[in-house]
């Protein structure tokens, strides 16, 4: 299984930026996704955002036009700018990856929290 390793996060103020970064702890294979999910207090995890293998993106509705996913493949690795951050915004934010011949295989980061309070 490929090991996830998060970075990033913390305490912002509102309208405020920070940089997720996930990096797979080992060389991979096959092809691959990846992406961000975040789970709020209370609240169900939800999808904020993914990138294909081929580098095709696709945000929540909540965060279009001020988070943005992007890969290097050649680093194995994904980030989330999140710009213009919002209290709403507050949560866990895990990484993940999809792989495997038919992308059979999914693998999680720790979990990294993003607190937006003044």
């Known amino acids: 299984q490929v090991r996830l390793v998060e970075s990033g996060g913390g305490l912002v103020q509102p309208g405020g930026s920070l940089r997720l970064s996930c990096a797979a702890a080992?060389?991979?294979?096959?092809?691959?996704?990846m992406g961000w999910y975040r789970q709020a207090p209370g609240k169900q995890r939800e999808l904020v955002a993914s990138?294909?293998?081929?580098?095709?993106?696709n945000v929540v509705d909540s965060v279009k036009g001020r988070f943005t996913i992007s890969r290097d493949n050649a680093e194995n690795t994904v980030a989330l700018q999140m710009d213009s951050l919002k209290p709403e915004d507050t949560a866990v934010y895990y990484c993940?990856?999809?792989?495997?011949?038919?992308?059979?295989?999914?693998?999680w980061g720790q979990g990294t929290q993003v607190t937006v309070s003044s």
């Open positions: 990138i294909t293998n081929g580098g095709t993106t």
């Open positions: 080992e060389s991979i294979e096959s092809d691959y996704a």
């Open positions: 993940y990856i999809q792989y495997g011949s038919a992308y059979e295989y999914r693998s």
